[in-house]
């Protein structure tokens, strides 16, 4: 019988340090970490993002770039003492956006992130997902962007139900959400 992984969210704004944090998080787990980028590099400033992300990877982790199917990856790869580390769900999120039709592009997407956030739960490793937090800021002047905020926030929503343990950074520092919503009598499930 082997031992159920668990599923952490860490999300935050831009430059939070979400993904330090789940880095170091991934790394202190002191099991084969599998890294699943879901950047496809569009202009030379993501590919230096990219590059920045990658140096910081110990060269002992597998990084698998994914860009539209992390669940698959994880499905594949799965064992217990293994960690998953898909960053982030917000390109990830962006890249089904875009090859979708409008017309039931948010039930697909959503849908999606139910069947990740399934197959991460019953996963014997641990996945970690790190996604952003983009509905604080103003009101996109575009219904593409503002259709692209809306299902972030569900999909946030999503993952955050199923996790285990769910982190916000702010200002490099994480705070834990679930246990402090549940000594509040509060269940976010």
């Not at 993904?19 to 950047?39: H, K, P, R, W």
């Amino acid at each position: 019988m082997s031992l159920k992984g668990k599923l952490v969210l860490v999300t935050g704004a831009a430059r939070s340090g979400k993904s330090y944090f789940a880095e170091n998080m991934a790394d202190s787990l002191n099991g084969q970490v599998i890294y699943i980028a879901t950047c496809v590099p569009q202009d030379e400033e993501m590919e230096k993002r990219v590059a920045s992300h990658q140096a910081r990877r110990p060269d002992d982790w597998l990084t698998i770039e994914e860009p539209f199917d992390p669940a698959k990856v994880v499905h594949q790869k799965d064992n217990p003492g293994r960690v998953f580390l898909i960053d982030c769900l917000t390109l990830l999120v962006s890249n089904w956006i875009l090859e979708l039709a409008s017309e039931k592009r948010e039930e697909i997407v959503l849908e999606r992130i139910k069947f990740l956030a399934n197959i991460s739960i019953n996963a014997d490793a641990t996945v970690i997902i790190v996604s952003n937090e983009v509905g604080w800021a103003v009101v996109p002047d575009n219904p593409l962007a503002r259709d692209y905020r809306d299902i972030i926030g569900r999909a946030n929503q999503i993952i955050a139900s199923y996790a285990d343990e769910v982190y916000i950074t702010i200002a490099g520092i994480p705070l834990e959400l679930k246990t402090l919503n549940k000594q509040q009598g509060r269940s976010v499930d």
